[in-house]
């Protein structure tokens, strides 16, 4: 059943103009407030504000709020919206629940930590407001199923931050693999070496910095002592709030291997990794990390690194389809294929470099903004996508804390009842997983 404030959300976005073309000049082309579509980040220090630039690249969008629990980091982004826009939001908030009670906001960004992603994402949907959230969706099993029920219930339009599902060339790649002329397919190995991204030195904790809500911050999380490598970007290295690299990346990554491949759920699921690089620094997800995924005639092997570059195929992130034939190996900035050279004999013809456009986030959003329009669920990157991986990824994890390999029948572990344990999340009161 419809709810009125899902009915009016649907009538405004549906009657509201989308004119999806920039002004050239580079001028605010000014909207009547029913052609307007009005948006509000969470978490808006990081990929959050990346995001939000995107969406205000669109001049019928106008960015109405913003919430942070960070002081300095609020003031910071409504002085670069109103550079970008020349005025600043209406509203400025700490208190993320006061942005969702905002009846004038038709879409929320929510590019908040991984451990918050839930609550807020339902919160909005409930709400009656479209969705841009963050990948990985969620930070456990069922809290994805959770986010799912609650976006279908509520008919809800969600774009995850997977936005590679909106750069053609990835899709190109895909059609290639499926057309058959690599061969039998016996390995897709999929890898992330981010040289770029460095140990943390163990540090002290201490006082809450001024301005900082931090038990906002923690929310359902465990508390601790606030400590500067738990706090914004680092964040993502601890196991209360993230999965590492593994979820950081393995989401856009091995989101493609399955796609490619056209299968969904994995017979079994092992992992071997540790903290080999960096043994007494500050981060508790492993800074190395191999991950085996079981399917019928060919393995899913995740392969992740901080600290060094040196990935395979030259490239420090991306995937090779290891077939007969040839490999194909596709990254950000395109794909190709390497033939197989057997005893002198080349078994297909190469493909060379075709690139990608750059502009992944830019073509989310806009896919966004028209699926608003139309009141269509099914984004490039849709809730059942989002979430979808976002286990796929998260089984990986547990299969390497648990230290045994998993057998995995899509809902649960069939092997193991320690497993399981780490399907639904143990919230911090007062917070508690949402009943949807």
Not at 50 to 68: G, T
Not at 179 to 193: A, C, D, E, Q, T
Not at 222 to 243: C, E, I, L, S, V
Request: proline share 5%.
């Amino acid at each position: 059943m419809t709810t009125r404030r899902v009915f009016i959300r649907n009538t405004a976005i549906t009657t509201a103009a989308l004119g999806l073309v920039p002004n050239l000049s580079g001028a605010f082309v000014r909207h009547a407030p029913s052609d307007r579509i009005n948006v509000g980040v969470i978490g808006c220090n990081g990929q959050g504000f990346a995001d939000l630039v995107a969406f205000l690249e669109h001049p019928q969008v106008e960015c109405l709020a913003l919430c942070d629990v960070d002081e300095s980091v609020l003031d910071r982004r409504a002085a670069d919206v109103e550079k970008i826009r020349g005025k600043k939001p209406a509203n400025l908030y700490k208190d993320w629940r006061k942005l969702i009670d905002n009846k004038d906001i038709n879409v929320v960004i929510v590019g908040t930590p991984d451990h918050w992603h839930c609550l807020q994402m339902i919160a909005a949907c409930d709400a009656g407001k479209d969705v841009y959230c963050e990948k990985p969706l969620g930070r456990t099993i069922e809290e994805c199923n959770l986010m799912v029920k609650a976006a279908k219930r509520n008919k809800t339009v969600v774009q995850v931050g997977q936005w590679q599902r909106s750069d053609p060339h990835w899709q190109d790649a895909v059609n290639f693999i499926q057309s058959g002329k690599l061969g039998k397919i016996r390995l897709v190995r999929v890898f992330s070496y981010q040289g770029w991204c460095p140990s943390i030195p163990v540090l002290p904790d201490e006082p809450v910095p001024a301005g900082v809500d931090y038990n906002m911050w923690l929310g359902p999380a465990t508390q601790h002592p606030f400590n500067r490598n738990r706090f914004h970007f680092t964040f993502r290295w601890f196991w209360d709030y993230a999965g590492g690299l593994m979820t950081d990346w393995g989401v856009h990554l091995l989101d493609y291997a399955l796609y490619g491949m056209n299968v969904t759920t994995p017979k079994s699921v092992m992992a071997m990794g540790g903290k080999y690089g960096y043994p007494t620094d500050a981060c508790e997800t492993p800074d190395s990390l191999q991950t085996i995924y079981e399917f019928d005639g060919f393995n899913v092997m995740w392969d992740h690194a901080i600290g060094i570059n040196d990935g395979a195929y030259g490239r420090n992130h991306g995937l090779g389809f290891v077939g007969e034939n040839g490999t194909l190996v596709v990254d950000r900035q395109g794909w190709e294929v390497i033939p197989e050279n057997v005893n002198g004999k080349v078994r297909m013809e190469a493909v060379p470099l075709t690139k990608g456009t750059g502009k992944g986030i830019n073509k989310h959003v806009t896919n966004l903004l028209e699926c608003m329009t139309k009141r269509n669920p099914d984004t490039n990157a849709s809730v059942e996508i989002g979430a979808h991986i976002a286990k796929f990824s998260a089984i990986g994890n547990i299969a390497y804390r648990t230290g045994k390999k998993l057998i995995w029948d899509g809902t649960k572990f069939t092997n193991d009842s320690e497993a399981n344990n780490y399907l639904i999340p143990n919230y911090r009161e007062p917070w508690a997983l949402p009943k949807v």
